[in-house]
């Protein structure tokens, strides 16, 4: 079974995934930090992410990266939204994701285009949503909890930033695919919205959805 979770930045969607791996013993890829990777190299080398070229150069990224902590920074993840928009970057990166998807017995990714570009077939499709000034707070008090110093009005500023770019751009924008079923989170607990997705995916396992 393949779990598509899409959705804007901090909604709770990997929150959700990295859950329903768990309950469904299901290999997890958080596919943000394939972006984040490549935004974090180019600010290494100190090359410009809104130049394609530059971009791309960074897709050969070490997989070590993918667990440094700074990858979870916001700076890290303005200057992902801004290389994610280069088709280029997105053909770099696609069959990583798709055979992640396509390994046997299946895969939960979440991003924002799983389920509309990296796995269409997938037959569980989430897309997860929550307010903005919501999603700020969460956001805020994860990079507080992490000695993070930046302001509410920053971090808000920042999510919207990111919400505008990801849904505009023209490779692969954010956007809820038809077949997807919308889990707004904004007055769910994390377990509330857990227990939601379960039900959302047994539903659809019994072809009730
Ligand atoms: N329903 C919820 N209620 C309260 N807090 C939540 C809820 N869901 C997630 N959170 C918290 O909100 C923050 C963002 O959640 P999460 O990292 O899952 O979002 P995301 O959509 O994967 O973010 P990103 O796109 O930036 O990777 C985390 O600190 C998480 O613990
Ligand atoms: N499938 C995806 C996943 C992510 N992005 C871009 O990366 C940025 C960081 O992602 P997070 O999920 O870690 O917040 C995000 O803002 C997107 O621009 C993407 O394009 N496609």
Do not use: N, W
């Not at 180019?42 to 791309?56: K, N, R, S, T, Y």
């Not at 770019?165 to 954010?174: E, G």
């Amino acid at each position: 079974m393949i779990i598509a979770v899409d959705g804007p930045a901090a909604s709770g969607k990997g929150t959700i995934a990295r859950a329903l791996a768990h309950r469904y013993r299901l290999p997890h890829l958080d596919t943000g930090l394939l972006y984040r990777a490549v935004a974090a190299t180019v600010l290494q080398h100190d090359l410009d992410p809104a130049i394609e070229a530059d971009a791309v150069a960074s897709c050969g990224f070490d997989d070590m990266l993918l667990g440094d902590p700074e990858l979870r920074t916001d700076r890290v993840g303005q200057v992902a939204s801004i290389v994610s928009a280069h088709p280029l970057v997105r053909a770099a990166l696609l069959q990583r994701q798709r055979r992640f998807a396509r390994q046997p017995g299946g895969a939960v990714l979440d991003g924002r285009d799983i389920g509309t570009v990296i796995a269409p077939e997938a037959e569980v499709k989430l897309f997860v949503k929550a307010t903005p000034t919501i999603r700020a707070r969460r956001r805020h008090a994860e990079l507080q909890a992490r000695g993070g110093t930046q302001s509410f009005d920053r971090v808000l500023a920042d999510i919207r930033a990111r919400d505008q770019r990801d849904a505009q751009r023209t490779a692969a924008p954010l956007v809820q695919a038809p077949d997807a079923v919308l889990l707004d989170t904004s007055f769910l607990s994390i377990d509330a919205a857990v227990q939601k997705a379960i039900d959302l995916v047994e539903a659809k396992r019994r072809g009730a959805a």
